[in-house]
T-cell receptor
Framework: EPEVTQTPSHQVTQMGQEVILRCVPISNHLYFYWYRQILGQKVEFLVSFYNNEISEKSEIFDDQFSVERPDGSNFTLKIRSTKLEDSAMYFC??????????FGPGTRLTVT | GQSLEQPSEVTAVEGAIVQINCTYQTSGFYGLSWYQQHDGGAPTFLSYNGLDGLEETGRFSSFLSRSDSYGYLLLQELQMKDSASYFCAVRDKGGATNKLIFGTGTLLAVQP
């Protein structure tokens, strides 16, 4: 069964550094998302992407964040200058119809 | 504001039936999804209700009443492996990509 993959599984970085989190969505899906989950809390929407552009973004997704779909398979989230409060699990998701979203295993980002 | 309320914890025994309720208050609404999450892993899609009524998928059923802004997930014939967190999520009616707004999650503990 096809699945969403994410790399790396765990990323440790120092405050102020840039990180890129990578995702390979399911191949015939059209809608792509990033969510994050701070330890012990609920999953929060960051951004959605469709037709090669951002469709919607949350208040969390400020100028420090960007997304790209550089080729036909990868979908990346970049955080330009990480802060301590960016420490969280970041989930990529994709869907064919936007109704049923499939999540990847996540990247645990630790900012020190 | 937008909010989804769920009980924080539920405990049940193997073989029993358990119902996890979700009440929501959101600015837009397309439907209600349910996700299972084991130990901070990937949220796994369980069920989706776009219309009022009951949807059944094996041991899991989900119900929606749009007029009451209420839904529930019903788990039957509980197994130990069902111990996990369960999140309801509103599929938001905004933009082309319909982001998910997650509830606070219910930690289900299945005891022998």
């Amino acid at each position: 069964e096809p699945e969403v993959t994410q790399t790396p599984s765990h990323q440790v970085t120092q405050m102020g550094q840039e990180v890129i989190l990578r995702c390979v969505p399911i191949s015939n899906h059209l809608y792509f998302y990033w969510y994050r989950q701070i330890l012990g809390q609920k999953v929060e929407f960051l951004v959605s992407f469709y037709n090669n552009e951002i469709s919607e973004k949350s208040e969390i997704f400020d100028d420090q964040f960007s997304v790209e779909r550089p080729d036909g398979s990868n979908f990346t989230l970049k955080i330009r200058s990480t802060k301590l409060e960016d420490s969280a699990m970041y989930f990529c998701a994709s869907s064919k119809t936007s109704a049923e979203q499939y999540f990847g295993p996540g990247t645990r980002l630790t900012v020190t | 504001g937008q909010s989804l309320e769920q009980p924080s914890e539920v405990t049940a025994v193997e073989g029993a039936i358990v119902q996890i309720n979700c009440t929501y208050q959101t600015s837009g609404f397309y439907g209600l999804s349910w996700y299972q999450q084991h130990d901070g892993g990937a949220p796994t899609f369980l069920s989706y209700n776009g219309l009022d009524g009951l949807e059944e998928t094996g041991r899991f059923s989900s119900f929606l009443s749009r007029s009451d802004s209420y839904g529930y997930l019903l788990l039957q014939e509980l197994q130990m492996k069902d111990s996990a967190s369960y999140f309801c999520a509103v599929r938001d009616k905004g933009g082309a990509t319909n982001k998910l707004i997650f509830g606070t999650g219910t930690l289900l503990a299945v005891q022998p």
